[in-house]
């Protein structure tokens, strides 16, 4: 009797743990139109999948708990359309594009009305700086395995982001207190350190442009953050949205970063004849 009791829950055991790995690989396999099941960056990595997904979950959550109960302006429609921007190029999709576009359109309209000159050009730049980055996306898509050919972070990539970025934020400065703007320095050097991460996420597809921000995010949570205590509402959208984009960040790295990876591995064989 205890032999046919033992066999009964080891055949139990062994169902249950069959069919946990039927129903998981069959969840996997359907999300999001079959997505992760098609892009090599994810065969064997379920923790990464599941990463995603409940990333964009509490991405999305965020962003619905933010805006709840206040009031919709157009600093909202911003994180609206910049929350799932940001979210698209965690996975290195060109769908990203006409979200950001759209989102810099509403960030103009923004750093006009908080006297941010700082951000006004920055918006412009994003703007052109998107147009320009389709063109150079397309041409870095890894067609074979999924999301972009990325350059991982090396010794010549930090220096040249450094250097730029001080130059920047000297020129920075210099326009905006000319111009009269407020919160000069820190405006400067979150917009410089904007633009070096920008350059070099589109025009270098480089993990280092991901890095520097998420460093952007946390300075302009601050710069909006004081605006926002000062009872500027219109910086509340902005708050929401760059807690939702730095969250995202992170997750990002850890995209690109397999996806550095993979380039690595397709080369190999070409290195070994």
């Keep these: ?10 055949n139990v055991g062994m169902f249950k743990d069959k069919m946990s790995k039927v129903n998981q690989d069959t969840i996997i396999g359907s999300l999001y139109g079959g997505y992760f099941k098609k892009h090599d960056m994810f065969k064997g990595r379920k ?3 599941w990463l995603n997904v409940l990333s964009d979950i509490i991405m999305v959550g965020m962003l619905v708990f933010g805006l709840l109960g206040n009031e919709f302006t157009i600093s909202s429609l911003g994180a609206v359309l910049a929350t799932f921007g940001v979210l698209f190029i965690a996975y290195g999709s060109m769908l990203s594009y006409p979200f950001n576009m759209a989102q810099n359109i509403t960030w ?19 703007f052109g700086s998107q147009v320009f980055g389709i063109f150079v996306w397309n041409k870095k898509k890894d067609k074979k395995q999924g999301g972009l050919k990325v350059r991982k972070v090396d010794k010549k990539s930090i220096v040249l982001f450094l250097v730029g970025m001080v130059i920047m934020t000297i020129v920075v400065a210099l326009l905006s207190g000319a111009l009269g703007g407020e919160q000069i320095w820190l405006d400067s050097i979150n917009n410089s350190t904007a633009i070096m991460s920008q350059l070099s996420q589109i025009v270098f597809v480089s993990q280092i442009g991901n890095i520097g921000w998420v460093i952007t995010n946390f300075l302009t949570l601050i710069q909006y953050g004081i ?11 902005a708050v929401v949205q760059t807690l939702i984009q730095g969250f995202n960040g992170i997750r990002t790295i850890i995209n690109w970063h397999y996806m550095s990876k993979q380039e690595k591995v397709e080369e190999a064989p070409t290195q070994l004849s």
């Design 1 to 10: 009797m205890n032999n046919f009791t033992a066999s009964v829950k080891e």
């Design 108 to 126: 103009l309209i923004t750093a006009v009305t908080l006297n941010f000159y700082g951000d006004i050009i920055m918006a412009l730049f994003y």
């Design 227 to 237: 605006s926002l205590n000062a009872g500027n509402l219109l910086a509340y959208g």
């Design 47 to 49: 923790w990464l999948v």
